[in-house]
Each structure stands twice: as C-alpha cells, then as structure tokens.
C-alpha cells in the first residue's frame, strides 16, 4: 500500500503511543484523521506537529465506548477525503483490577473500549477500505502472550481484540488486509520508578525498554505490507521469551 496521500483514521491519536504512530504516517505522506477523547489540547498540539509535514490533518472527537460516536468517527473521516485507506485502532484503556476487587463496570469499559469499539469501527469502514484496498492495524499488547498477575479484564480484553481481528482478516479478505501489534514494555506507567524501570528493561531479551517509535514503524511495515494479513506481530523485544 502507498501511504504518500493516502487517508488514515487513528483512534487515540493525539498522545503516547498513538501520537507517535500519526506522526509516523504524516511523515510517510499519509493524510491523518485524528481521533480523540478527553485529550483536546494534546490533539492540538499534535494536529500542528502533524501540519509541518505537509499533510493534511482534521481531529475528531469522540467516545467509541457509544457505538455510534464511533460510527460517527469513522464517517467524518470518509467524509471529509471521501476516501479511507487505513485505520489504526490505537485507543485503549490500561487498568490494574486485582482479583476480588473487580467490578462490572470495570470490566465492562475495558471490553467497549480496547475490543468492542474496534469491531464497530471496522465493520464501518469497511467499505470505504474495500474500495481502496486498505488495511487495518490494531494495537493489542504482549501481555495476551504471557499473562500478568492482576490484570485479567485489561488482557482479556485485548485478547478479544486480537481474535476480533484476526477474524476481520477472514471477514475482508481479499481486498482488506488486517493485522494486530503486540507492544512489550515501551512506554511505563509515569509513577514507575528506577528500580521498576531497570526490571522492565531485563525482562526483555535486548535487555531495554522499546520506544513509540518501534510500534509506529511495526504500523507502516504492516500497512506496506501487501501480503500479510492475519498476523499477530509482537514487538517486544523478545519479552514474550523470557
């Protein structure tokens, strides 16, 4: 797929790692829909890095816990390029819920949010990306390989993720391709200290922790890729292996 004045929607776009995976494609040339919820000023502030490349940029807001501002999300995008080639399924929520404190709403905000609003805004855009021959990214997380300790609903729910995907690749096939990411330790939480960081960087194989910018290159790779669909790819550092 050639990115250089393609459109691509990117939920959760405005920080993190999605901040880094939109500038990542407006750098490639792509034309960069913006989604965001609560993160208004970091979206501006994005939408103005985004703006040096030459690209052309909107933002738009929106809960894809409610199916419909996801739908919504998906239009807007279409709407404005009347055209969309990828989309990259980057929001996400990220919870410690040890077990026995666990509550229904707990558990289901992790589902709409990391696995439930990916389906919606697939089974959307899909007909826009059929008649482009695009493709999907999903962003999932390393820890549906090897479990954590007191984070169940968080990893079920990117798991979902994962499966919801690997069964769109089947449901669009051929003309859309769909992949899923599994990021390792790239960006620790803000409150982690020395100590948690130096323990995160040994449980990898290349003994460091990873960047955003090693998952924006795993999106453009798997959005170049014009025969990989399917795949669960692990950028990790090999922590999965250890």
């Not at 407006?26 to 040096?52: F, K, M, V, W």
């Not at 948690?196 to 290159?217: K, W």
């Amino acid at each position: 797929m050639e990115l250089s004045g393609s459109v691509a929607l990117v939920t959760g776009g405005a920080h993190r790692l999605g901040r880094a995976i939109t500038l990542a494609l407006a750098a490639a040339g792509a034309n960069i829909a913006l989604h965001y919820h609560h993160s208004a000023e970091p979206a501006r502030t994005t939408l103005a890095d985004l703006e040096a490349h030459g690209v052309e940029t909107i933002a738009v807001p929106g809960d894809l816990a409610q199916v419909a501002e996801a739908e919504r999300v998906v239009d807007t995008a279409a709407a404005h390029w009347g055209r969309l080639d990828l989309l990259v399924c980057s929001a996400g929520i990220w919870e410690r819920t040890p077990l026995g404190a666990v509550t229904e709403a707990e558990w289901d905000r992790l589902y709409d949010v990391n696995a439930r609003s990916a389906f919606f805004l697939a089974q959307r855009a899909a007909p826009h990306l059929r008649a482009t021959s695009g493709c999907i990214v999903a962003i999932a997380d390393v820890g549906i390989i090897t479990s954590w300790k007191n984070y169940t609903p968080y990893l079920s729910s990117k798991a979902a993720l994962a499966m919801v995907m690997q069964n769109l690749a089947r449901d669009l096939a051929p003309e859309v391709r769909v992949n899923t990411i599994a990021p390792g330790p790239v960006l620790l939480p803000d409150d982690w200290g020395a100590e948690q960081q130096d323990r995160a960087a040994r449980s990898t194989l290349l003994r460091r922790v990873g960047t955003p910018d090693d998952i924006a290159q795993a999106v453009l790779y798997l959005a170049r890729a014009d025969y990989v669909t399917g795949v669960l790819l692990p950028v990790d550092g090999g922590q999965r292996l250890k």
